[in-house]
């Protein structure tokens, strides 16, 4: 792989972790990533040292305003009168909707929601996530062992997490818990694990582009 | 949490160990700890979310909101794993994202029993950034080049994306991108920041 496209791939994912720390991604992309430090803790250390960093600029960068005159005394009296209100997560690591466990963030956002596969072309089905916020696409992709993706660029950005099985392009091999960001340059064939095929969460802020005689198939997959 | 088997009566916090006060507001619903909390916070928490453009009504409100929360979840709160200023960064940030920029945020759930710890990496170390380690990492963040320094803060204070912020200024969406991994590598770079990220 030349080493412009590496350090791309690396700035993109690095980005996109910084960009969940600062609080700027909408629903669709925090939910991948919120999956994805589920099962990375380097991924989780990233995303601390940066929100470190926005820590330091309240602590440094923000000069204080003050602050109108009842609040300390609203927020006191709050306290006294509103009981604290715990939160209750019950979704677990559910199996069904996919057969194997999923992360939290990832369980809670299908829970109830059985996964009717649509198939996509021979080989790849998907399944788009009912999410409220629709400024990007979540969706499940489902491959069957050993296929071969046709040759597809990205619109825009593209991240694609491993939830189960591996498949590899020109870039790497890729399994479980791995989470890779492209973008419109990386024009990359995708091959699933011949052995388990592969389920990957993938978030597009735009619809994937397939090129070369492919690209006839490319009306069929709007979201 | 911290040393928490280890204390009987009242937590002994001073100076600025915000650290401490807010083990205080979780373990002994102490007010004084909290006001002090208060006093530092909010008004930077509102300076905050005004540099996002936010009224300074809304900022007022939205920094009273944190403050509650930051009473509400100080049991949640870990002096091991975050900072104060960085765990109430959070807060701060996620109110932003429900009421100004009103999207859903997903967030890893602590308790989740699919965590993987990975073994390789070296073990955390034994406590958070107290509130000296916070300043030398701003020093060490002044020291950005300003390029860097600059989409740092339009993507902390502005709250804009990246694909935004190269819309507005004309610079290649990779290049916002790769300055932003140097911005870290740099900060990573920097001895004293090294000791206290390890």
Redesign the interface.
Known sequence: MSTDLK??M???Y??LL??YA??????AQ??V???H??????A???V?????????????????????DS??N???S??EN?T??AEH?HAC?QKEALGF?????LA??VTGEPIKWKSLFPGMKAYDLP???NKSVARFMKADPGHVSPHHSHG??EITLVLDGAFSDETGLYHR?DLIVT?E?CDHTPKACPKNGCICLVVS?EPIKLTGIASLLNPFLKP | MAQKHLRDGPIDYSGDDFNTMICAVAENEDKDAFIALFEHFAPRIKSFLMKGGASPELADELAQETMLTIWNKAGSYNPQQAAASTWIFTIARNKRIDAIRKSKRHDIDATDPMILADESSPSPRQSALQTEETKILAQAMETLPEEQAELVKKSFFEDKSHAEIAAETGIPLGTVKSRIRLALERLRGDDKIQDIWQ
Do not use: H, W, Y
Not at chain 1, 48 to 68: F, H, N, R, W, Y
Not at chain 1, 101 to 105: F, H, L, R, T, V
């Open positions: 350090q791309s690396q700035s993109g690095e980005a910084f960009g600062a609080g700027n991604l909408d629903e925090s939910l990533v919120a999956t430090l589920t099962f990375s803790e380097k989780r250390r990233i601390k040292q940066c929100e470190d960093m926005g820590g330091a600029l309240i602590e440094t960068q923000c000069e204080p305003v003050s602050m109108c609040a300390l609203n927020v006191l709050r306290i509103e604290k209100c997560k690591c466990e999923i992360p939290k963030p809670e956002t999410l409220s916020c825009g950005m818990g973008d340059d802020s």
